[in-house]
């Protein structure tokens, strides 16, 4: 009987040390990798995103100021224009007077709603009426970041920024200011911490505006499956793309003016990973080592306590099922007594199983040997039987009755025969047919055709392993169809000569043919039969479950019985 977990010897049992170890082994992966990892993983990435944001609002402090600032300039100035009405010169003289105290913009001008510009800081008329957005920043005035590639009066690359103005609710005109795209680049630098690959200011048609690196080589890195205007919004967002090129990079994105423009920032990832990255990384991997020392841990107490004893209780169980040894020790001390008690109960089972196969031995070999004394005796009877019968053909006065009684002798000696190779074979559940048939036709032979025949004899058999069930009907067929062939087979000459040919063969793993050909003489052709081999050949074979097939063709006749030999053995039925 085996322990339970809570009786008197509960320190020894199995399932209370590996309890103990294993909570010893998964208490810091409880602890720790569940609830501070999922935590640190957390944090790491919002930390992660927010630093990203963070400096991409430093490094685009600089484009920040400037836009912002021109935005405030450009709705103050358009409240002060509306003061000098049609006095063209006074707003020239103004604009030019602060563009100069500024020093920032290349061009400060008032663009009113027909396209005529004339009231700039410069002096000039300037029509802006043919542009190809003119119409469209008419029909929708708002605020806006342009980049102009040629200034109309500057001829350099410029940032426009332009701020609409009402006079009540009809649409007076534009404020714009244009910042030469050199005055950015000279820009000092803000002093942060870490710097990312390019910064990229774009408006809210998702246009890039301006970048600290070429224009090819930006268009190169913005992101494959995003588009630019699919990421305006007032809400700052980081995400990871693929370039152009597939490279793998990091994107930041910030308003600088909500609705009007923004700044992305592009990042390398590996750069995101060895900085920002770093500490997230360590706090990562300490739970991920305590982690793996609990596995090792675990692994260690299990082995120790169960693995190593069940391989070894394994090992014995293989041998004793190969050769029937039991183990010739036990155990030993230290050993779970769940293990020892397992290991005494298969000692009783295997010797209460070597008992019962000895047993079970010596009843088969009584069996046997009983079966094979009753199949002598069936067979000595036969024998009996065909004395008496040959007895009863030399007194015979018609020769009908003599070949009667032989013909039944014939079939008594075939059920003989089969009586003998049964009890003369080591196994009684399988019979060889191969040396059955030979030897009944060998018998067949001997009495049917007379010394000195001239028959040409040509034989084959094969070993098939038979049912004993379906030997008695086989041996049965056999002699009815040599026999009608002897009949029939004709006295040979030099035209006609006369043959047969036997052959038993396994034509597939559970299927078998016996063949049997013969010539057919001229002298046998008017004689009679009773008919009488033809049924007997059709009910042997229905026992068989066989497909009988007769041919004649040209003085040969020809009979093949294809039967079933199954491997399985048929069942005993016990009524």
Not at 137 to 144: G, K, L, T, V, W
Request: proline share 4%.
């Amino acid at each position: 009987m085996t322990g339970g977990f809570l009786d008197g010897d509960v320190f020894r049992g199995l399932a209370f040390r590996i309890l103990i170890f294993l909570s010893l082994a998964l208490l810091p992966f409880g602890l720790i990798a569940v609830v501070q990892t999922r935590e640190i993983a957390r944090q790491a990435e919002i930390s992660t995103e927010l630093s990203l944001i963070g400096l991409t609002e430093q490094a685009s402090g600089a484009e920040r100021t400037i836009i912002q600032e021109g935005f405030g300039a450009a709705e103050a100035l358009s409240s002060i224009i509306r003061l000098f009405g049609d006095d063209t010169e006074a707003c020239v003289s103004f604009l030019r007077n602060y563009k100069n105290a500024s020093d920032r913009y290349s061009l400060v001008g008032y663009l009113p709603a027909d396209g005529m510009m004339t009231c700039s800081s410069d002096g000039g008329i300037y029509d802006f009426s043919a542009y190809p957005d003119f119409d469209k920043a008419i029909d929708a005035p708002e605020r806006a970041v342009t980049l102009s590639t040629t200034g109309p009066v500057s001829q350099q690359p410029v940032l426009v920024m332009t701020h609409p103005f009402f006079e009540g609710d009809i649409f007076a005109g534009f404020m714009a200011l244009s910042v030469p795209l050199s005055a950015l680049r000279d820009l000092p630098e803000q002093p942060i911490e870490l710097r990312p690959a390019d910064l990229v200011i774009f408006g809210a048609g998702g246009e890039v505006v301006a970048s600290e690196r070429p224009r090819l080589v930006t268009e190169a890195d913005l992101p494959l499956n995003r588009s630019l205007k699919t990421l305006i919004g007032n809400k700052a967002v980081v995400f990871e793309d693929v370039n152009t090129e597939g490279e793998e990079r990091v994107y930041a994105v910030v308003s600088i003016v909500p609705g009007v423009t923004y700044a992305m920032s592009i990042w390398q990832r590996e750069e995101i990973i060895a900085s920002v990255h770093q500490s997230g990384t360590l706090s990562i991997f300490l739970p991920i080592l305590m982690w793996l020392a609990s596995l090792v841990v675990a692994f260690w107490a299990i082995n120790r306590l169960a693995i190593r004893y069940i391989r070894k209780l394994g090992r014995q169980m293989r041998i004793f099922a190969f050769n029937r040894s039991l183990p010739r020790s036990t155990m030993g001390q230290g050993v779970p007594r769940e293990f020892v008690e397992i290991q005494r109960a298969f000692i009783g089972m295997a010797d209460s199983i070597i008992r019962d196969e000895a047993s079970l031995e010596d009843s088969l070999r009584e069996k046997n040997i009983l079966l094979k004394e009753v199949h002598h005796r069936v067979k000595n009877n036969l024998q009996l039987i065909s004395s008496i019968m040959n007895m009863q053909i030399r007194r015979a006065k018609s020769e009908d009755a003599r070949f009667v009684l032989k013909r039944l002798q014939e079939r008594i000696l075939s059920l003989a025969t089969v009586h003998k190779n049964l009890y003369q074979s080591d196994g009684l559940e399988r019979v060889d047919a191969g040396a059955l048939v030979e030897e009944i036709v060998g018998q067949l032979l001997v009495v049917g055709l007379p010394a000195g025949s001239s028959v040409e004899i040509e034989q084959s058999y094969e070993a098939v392993k038979l049912d004993t069930d379906d030997a008695a009907p086989l041996t049965l067929l056999v002699s009815e169809t040599v026999t009608n062939a002897m009949k029939y087979i004709g006295v040979p000459d030099a035209k006609n000569p006369a043959f047969l040919k036997i052959s038993l063969a396994q034509t597939d793993p559970e299927t078998a043919d016996f063949t049997i050909i013969n010539s057919v003489g001229n002298a046998s052709s008017a004689a009679e039969g009773t008919g009488l081999g033809s049924q007997l050949i059709n009910a042997f074979a229905r026992q068989l479950n066989a497909q009988v097939d007769v041919t004649a063709k040209d003085n040969v006749h020809a009979l093949t019985v294809t039967f079933p030999v199954p491997h399985r053995i048929k069942p005993i039925q016990d009524y």
